[in-house]
């Protein structure tokens, strides 16, 4: 992060001075004042002028970034990470060989780490950032065995009119069987129980 101090007869003439030299908007800045101006006898002599210490804000992206390199050097993980920014959008990519340990049984260790992200992200920011991390691609495959599984339960839930009640899952994961299954003409879902063990339930539609 740039940081810089500056002068001026007015601490707002000190910070003006330094978001030039930034190009930086007041907003995107964190301001301390390190002295404040003052006058003389009489206001004539020994005017001191303010003084100001202008730090660029880190930004969501950077603060997760940091905070991902740091933890893979504490999980005995060697990989590297890459954000990318979408609107509100952060999307994280771990890359490298063995993230097992990242990912963990059925995403929980990818999940836990999301969440983490996502506090680090957000915490002291104006503007909220969605935050998704992925390994290896583990996102998009256990999507789409997700949307496998839910189309296999759906036909069997057709043919024997018995309702199924899958294991439990996290909300991302329960969205992704409700979406695959909301526009099938034979069979609703609904999830029931508390977290962290609420299932999702695939029934016969009735007549």
Known sequence: MRSLEKTGKTVDEAVAVAL????????????????EPSKGLLGL??????????TEKEKPA???KNFLEGLLPRMNVAGGV?????DEWLRVDIAGEDLGVIIGKRGQTLDAIQYLSGIIANKNSEKRARVVVDAEGYRQRREEALQGLAKRLADRVRRSGEDIMLEPMSPQERRIIHSTLQANPYVTTRSEG??????????????
């Open 194 to 207: 508390e977290e962290p063990f609420r299932k999702i339930i695939i029934a016969a539609k009735r007549a």
């Open 62 to 64: 950077d603060k997760v």
């Open 45 to 54: 002599l020994g005017n001191r002028l303010a003084k100001v210490k202008v």
């Open 20 to 35: 030039r030299e930034l190009d930086l908007p007041r907003d995107a800045v964190e301001v301390e004042v390190l002295e």
């Open 82 to 86: 890459g954000v990318a920014e979408q």
